[in-house]
C-alpha cells in the first residue's frame, strides 16, 4: 500500500472531490429545474391546461414509446423531428400567421419586409417575456398565442392519431398509425410538448437565456448560443490540449518502465482446474452471442424503417413491430449481451481469486442468476411489446411496460429486477475477493478491482430514483448517472483492473506495473468522467453553472484516451511473450480493437459532440449516433466480445479457434462499423449540422429536409455497412456456439493458485 500512497490518495481524492460536485449539481438541478405551472391561462382567464394534465401529457408520451419515437430537449431518436423544436417552430408561425390576418388580412409570407420584421420582434417579445408568478403557480398567454397553440396542438393530434392527411408524414418518421388511439392521451400529449418548447423560449428569471439556454436554435425569437455557450467552449478546448500536453509530459518524464516478469513456461489459468461455476458460464456465453446476433438483425431492421417508414421491403410490420418497438429491443438486447460479457468476466475470476476454487454453492448462484437474466430479458421485451401495441392497461406502462427514456426502456418492475440481478452479481464476486483480500501479498490491485466491482453492483440503482412524472430535467440528471456515470465511468475502471489482474495472473506483466498504470488511469476516468457527466445536461433545463462544470470536466474525458494507441501495442506485444499467448490470439485483438474505438469513438467523436456550442447545433443530429455507434458497440462491444472469447478458451480448453473464421468475423465488424458510419451516419450529421446553423434544429430535422433524395440515398447506403457487420456477427457467433456444443469441458491440468503464485 505505500508504494501506491499517492495515487490512492489522489483517487480518493478526485471521488471525493468529484461525487461533492456532482451532488451540488443535483441540487441545482433539483432547485432551477424549469416549472411545470399549476395552470397555463390566457389573459382573460381562461384555462387552457393544467400542471397536472402536462404531467399525464408526460406519461402519454412514455405510452407512445417516448424517446423512441422523435426527440424531447435534443434526447431520443432521430428519424421524427425533436418535438420540442419542431412544436416551438410550428406555434412561432402559427403565431406570426394570425397576428398577420389580425393586422393586414394577409398571411406571414405575403408581408413585405418591413411589416414582418415589426411582427417578429413583437413574436420575440411576447415569447421571451416570462410570464410565469411562482407565487400562484400561473403562466399566462395572450388570447394570440392560446390560438397558436390551439392550431399546433390540432396537427399533433392528427399526427398521433390516424387522420388520412398526414399519414405521409406518419411514414416519413416512421410512425405508426395510431400512434396515440386515445383522444385524450394526444390531448394531453399536446399539452406535454407545449411545456418543453415554453421551456425552451422563456427567459429564465434573472438570466438572458431560457429555461434551456436558448436551445434550440430558432432565429425567430433569437434563440442563440448564449455568450457563456462560447466561453465554456473555448474553455473546454484549452483544457483539451492543456491535459493533453501535461499527460504527455507525464507519460514522458514520470513514467516508470517496469520489467516484465519471465514469461511462465505454461499458462497458469490453464493449470487451474476447472470448477462448477466456471463450467456453467458456458449458457452466459451463449447468451451474449444470441443476444448480440438479435441485436444485429434487429439494428439492420431498425435502420430500414428510416428508408420505408412503416414497411420493410414492401411488407406493412409497423401495427405490430413499429419503429419505436424494434428501436426499443435494437438499444436494450445491445445493454443486455454486453452487460452479460462483463457479468461472465467477472464470474470467471471468481475462483481463481478464491485459490482456485468454488466458493460453497457458487454454481448453484451462478445458475440462478442466469435464469433470472432470462426471466428479465424476456419480460421487459414482452413488456415494451404490450406497452407500445397498447394491449397493456395504461396505468401498468412505466411498471411493466415501457418507461419512455432512451437506454432505461425497460419497465420499472424489469429495471428492479436488473437491478437486483446485479447485486446478487455482486455477493457472488465478493465471496471470492474477500478470503483473497485476507491473504497475504501486494492486494492494490485487487482492492481496486474489488472497488469497482462494488460500485458496478450499486450504482445502476441511481436509475429508480425518477418516477414516471418527475420533472424531466430531474429525470435527465438521474438517467445519466446509469447510461454516462455506470457504464463510461465504472466499467472503464472494471475492464481496466480486470485485464491488469488477468496478465499479472498469467505471469506476463509485473503487478507492481500494473497496478500503477490501473490506479493512474482510474484517477483520471473518474476525474472528467464524474461531473463531466453534465455534458448532457446542457440544454436539459440546467443553468449555466452545470454547462460550465460539464464543458470544463467533460473535455479531461478525452485525455487519457489520447494515449491508447500505447496501451494497445502494450497489449498486443504480450502475444509475442510466450508461445502459449498463441491461443489467446483472438481475445487479445479484440482487446486491442478497444483502444483504437476507445480512442476515435469515445475520444474524437466524442469531443465533436461535447464543447456547448458544437453540442447546441448538432443535438439530436445523426453526428450523436455517430458517437453512439462507435463508442458503444467500438469500446463496449468489443470488449464483451473479447472477454467472452477469453473466458471460451479457458471453459472449453481443448478448443481451437478457427482462424480463417475469426479474420473474417473481426474485420467485418470493424469495417462495417465503419462504413455504417462513413457512408451514411457522419454525412447525414454532417448535412444536419450545416442546416441546424442556417435555419434552425427544427428544420434540420424537419420532414422536408430529411426527406430530400440525397439523405434518402445515404440511408440506403447504411445497408452496405449492416450487412458487412451481420456477416461478421454471424462469425463470432458460430464460432462461440460450435466450440460450446463441440468442445468437451474439461480440466487441462490440474494445479492449484498457490502453486503458481510461488
Not at 443535483?26 to 397536472?52: C, F, H, R, S, W
Request: with cysteine.
Amino acid at each position: 500500500m505505500r508504494e501506491y500512497k499517492k495515487l490512492w490518495w489522489t483517487l480518493i481524492g478526485v471521488l471525493v472531490v468529484s461525487f461533492g460536485i456532482l451532488g451540488w449539481m443535483g441540487k441545482e438541478v433539483y432547485n432551477q429545474a424549469p416549472p411545470i405551472p399549476d395552470q397555463v391561462v390566457t389573459a382573460n382567464g381562461k384555462i387552457l391546461m393544467t400542471g397536472e394534465q402536462i404531467l399525464d401529457g408526460q406519461e402519454a408520451w412514455q405510452t407512445a414509446g417516448g424517446m423512441t419515437v422523435g426527440s424531447i430537449l435534443g434526447h431520443g431518436a432521430y428519424q421524427a423531428p425533436d418535438w420540442t423544436a419542431d412544436w416551438l417552430h410550428r406555434e412561432l408561425t402559427a403565431w406570426l400567421d394570425l397576428a398577420a390576418q389580425e393586422r393586414f388580412g394577409l398571411n406571414f409570407s405575403q408581408l413585405d419586409e418591413d411589416n414582418q420584421i415589426v411582427l417578429e420582434r413583437q413574436l420575440k417579445t411576447e415569447y421571451r417575456k416570462n410570464t410565469y408568478d411562482p407565487a400562484n403557480g400561473v403562466a399566462t398567454v395572450s388570447e394570440r398565442r392560446a390560438k397558436a397553440i390551439d392550431q399546433t396542438a390540432s396537427y399533433y393530434d392528427k399526427l398521433f392519431g390516424d387522420d388520412p392527411s398526414l399519414r405521409p408524414s406518419r411514414v416519413a418518421f416512421a410512425m405508426k398509425e395510431a400512434t396515440l388511439p386515445k383522444v385524450e392521451q394526444r390531448e394531453r400529449l399536446a399539452n406535454f410538448f407545449f411545456w418543453t418548447s415554453w421551456a425552451a423560449s422563456t427567459t429564465r428569471p434573472d438570466s438572458v437565456a431560457t429555461y434551456t439556454n436558448n436551445w434550440p436554435h430558432e432565429p425567430l425569437i433569437d434563440n442563440v448560443p448564449t455568450a457563456e455557450n462560447i466561453i465554456w467552449s473555448i474553455v473546454s478546448v484549452i483544457l483539451l490540449i492543456a491535459g493533453v500536453g501535461l499527460l504527455v509530459w507525464a507519460w514522458a518524464f514520470m513514467r516508470k518502465e517496469e520489467e516484465d516478469p519471465e514469461a511462465p513456461a505454461k499458462d497458469p489459468i490453464s493449470l487451474l482446474k476447472l470448477t462448477p461455476s466456471q463450467h456453467a458460464l458456458g449458457k452466459y456465453l451463449f447468451l451474449v452471442v444470441a443476444l448480440f446476433v438479435a441485436q444485429v438483425f434487429i439494428g439492420g431492421f431498425t435502420a430500414h424503417y428510416t428508408v420505408e417508414g412503416q414497411t420493410f421491403y414492401g411488407v406493412n410490420v409497423s401495427e405490430w413491430l413499429p419503429y419505436s418497438l424494434v428501436r426499443t429491443w435494437h438499444v436494450q438486447a445491445a445493454l443486455f449481451w454486453i452487460a452479460t460479457g462483463f457479468l461472465a468476466a467477472g464470474l470467471f475470476l471468481v475462483p481463481i481469486l478464491n485459490g482456485g476454487e468454488d466458493p460453497k454453492f457458487q454454481k448453484l448462484g451462478v445458475d440462478v442468476l442466469f435464469w433470472a437474466l432470462i426471466i428479465v430479458v424476456l419480460g421487459s421485451f414482452g413488456g415494451n411489446f404490450f406497452a407500445i401495441a397498447h394491449i397493456m392497461p395504461e396505468s401498468w406502462n412505466f411498471w411493466l411496460g415501457h418507461q419512455g427514456y432512451e437506454y432505461v426502456e425497460l419497465g420499472r418492475i424489469w429495471q428492479i429486477g436488473k437491478f437486483l440481478g446485479i447485486v446478487f452479481w455482486l455477493v457472488l464476486m465478493l465471496r471470492g475477493i474477500v478470503p483473497a483480500l485476507r491473504q497475504k501479498g501486494d492486494k492494490n490491485l485487487l482492492a481496486l478491482f474489488s472497488a469497482s466491482v462494488i460500485c458496478i453492483g450499486l450504482f445502476y440503482g441511481t436509475g429508480l430514483f425518477y418516477g414516471p412524472r418527475t420533472n424531466i430535467t430531474i429525470m435527465e440528471y438521474w438517467r445519466w448517472w446509469v447510461v454516462h456515470l455506470w457504464v463510461e465511468g465504472f466499467f472503464e475502471v472494471f475492464a481496466t483492473a480486470a485485464l491488469a489482474f488477468i496478465f499479472t495472473t498469467m505471469g506476463l506483466v509485473s503487478k507492481k506495473g500494473a497496478t500503477t498504470a490501473s490506479l493512474a488511469a482510474a484517477v483520471l476516468f473518474m476525474l472528467g468522467g464524474t461531473p463531466g457527466t453534465m455534458h448532457h445536461l446542457y440544454f436539459s433545463g440546467t443553468t449555466t453553472p452545470i454547462m460550465a462544470i460539464g464543458a470544463t470536466f467533460s473535455a479531461l474525458e478525452v485525455v487519457p484516451l489520447v494515449v491508447l494507441g500505447y496501451e494497445a501495442w502494450e497489449n498486443w506485444r504480450l502475444k509475442s511473450r510466450a508461445p502459449w499467448m498463441e491461443s489467446l490470439h483472438w481475445p487479445l485483438k479484440f482487446f486491442v480493437c478497444v483502444a483504437f474505438w476507445n480512442m476515435f469513438g469515445a475520444g474524437v467523436f466524442g469531443f465533436m459532440v461535447n464543447p456547448p456550442v458544437a453540442l447546441y447545433y448538432i443535438q439530436g443530429l445523426n453526428t450523436t449516433a455517430v458517437h453512439a455507434h462507435a463508442a458503444l458497440f467500438g469500446v463496449y462491444g468489443f470488449l464483451a466480445l473479447g472477454f467472452t472469447l477469453f473466458v471460451l478458451r479457458y471453459v472449453r480448453p481443448n478448443m481451437k479457434f478457427n482462424d480463417s473464421l475469426m479474420n473474417t468475423s473481426f474485420w467485418c465488424l470493424n469495417i462495417g462499423l465503419v462504413m455504417m458510419i462513413v457512408l451514411s451516419l457522419l454525412p447525414i450529421g454532417v448535412m444536419q449540422f450545416y442546416a441546424s446553423v442556417t435555419q434552425g434544429t427544427w428544420w434540420a430535422r424537419g420532414e422536408t429536409f430529411m426527406q430530400q433524395e440525397i439523405m434518402q440515398t445515404l440511408r440506403w447506403a447504411r445497408t452496405f455497412g449492416d450487412v458487412v457487420f451481420i456477416v461478421g456477427g454471424l462469425g463470432v457467433m458460430w464460432q462461440v456456439v460450435t466450440a460450446l456444443f463441440n468442445g468437451k469441458a474439461v480440466p487441462a491440468v490440474d494445479g492449484t493458485l498457490a502453486a503458481q503464485r510461488s
